[in-house]
């Protein structure tokens, strides 16, 4: 009996790996495009996980257009210098890891896939209005042909250069990496994996971990725990800032909310409103390539509106406001990097309804401007009065409002008991007066 019991003891040991354990995987979700927001919450989140010691592996969701060079290379430094090792995955289906994101699946330690996402397409995009990084576009400028492709071909080589050092760091197919870099290309998952561009595909991060844990990390993982990292609501708000929608309408509504102030002083809370929206919006062009002279036309835009109140013109200030609006915000992104610029679409619904908005406020300050006064001295102008006795020496009484007030006239003036008398003024609770 007792060997029966040791018999099966041994057997279900037999069963159960010895070097099994439980695997702690950091998540970090990085669903945005790549700026100093997004750089920041995933450079912070690597080095709290290695200050932090409790995971055996980092995994990093990636799903992105794109973005910018710079902190593209500081996410790419920091998953380098990560003693853990990180998995970077392209998930959920649909997802991708297009232009800057490329180099971030590139340069983890392990790179996966989902199917139904795509990677690639990395050639870089000037920041600036006018100039591509592509010589058959910039062949059309004779003046500006020779340096314009001088600037293009040193991007291109040290963008091509960056991703040949990520590739060969991490024994990646170099030719096929550079080529997304020199030529535009885009990548199924399958073709990823065929290439040697990535590791794995699969859908599923427990199955995938588990994969990785086997057959990089040398244990079998009987149970898996996600630790994950999302935006803090801080790192929300910064990155609503980093959309040019957003940046735009807190632009229009910044320069509306101080005039307004400038109109009606001491209304407070629009001026207090536009200072916020403004402060706000050069905060957003930290991240966003801002252009100047988009700003200055959208500003020369509100001023023709402003000016349709004050000329004549049957309505071709207004027009021309609204069209300097357009051109100005068509302007005002200078970048045709992904998810960094406006839509046509959005440009002319926000122009028309602010248009419209500030048209609407401009009439009623106007009509405000335009009404009588009805309080203090100077409602009593053009007001008038009846005298309650004779004046003599250009001095008597009068009953106005009410009340009876000391009044005045030039000395020559004859006015009488029962006349009807203007009032032109008020000095020292005594009234101006004239006869009618």
Known sequence: MKRLFLSGILIILSLVPLNAKELRCGVIKFNDTVQPVSAQFVISSIKEFNRGKDVDLILIELNTPGGLLKSTREIVSAIFESEIPVCVYVYPSGSQAASAGFF??????YAAMADGTNAGAAHPVSLMPGFSLNNKDNDKGKGEKQNGNI??????EDTAAFIRSIAEKRGRNVQYAEKA??????YSAKECLKLNLIDYIESDPYILVKKIAKEKLGFDADNVVFITK????????LSILASPEIAYLLFLAGIIGIFIEIKSPGAIFPGLFGAICLILFFFSTKVLPVSIAGMLFIVLGILLIIMEFKIVSYGFLTLGGLFSMVIGSLMLFKSDLPGFNLSFSSIIFSALLFGIVFAVVIYFIVQSQKEKIH??????MGKKAEAVMDFENGKGKVFFNGEYWDAECDENCNVKKGDKVLITGVEEMILKIKGV
């Open 230 to 237: 999302e935006y803090s609501l801080r790192e929300r708000i």
């Open 151 to 156: 600037l293009a071909e040193k991007i291109v």
């Open 104 to 109: 971030i699946l590139m340069s983890g330690n």
């Open 181 to 186: 870099v020199r030529e535009s290309k885009s």
């Open 375 to 380: 309080t203090g001295k100077e409602s009593f």
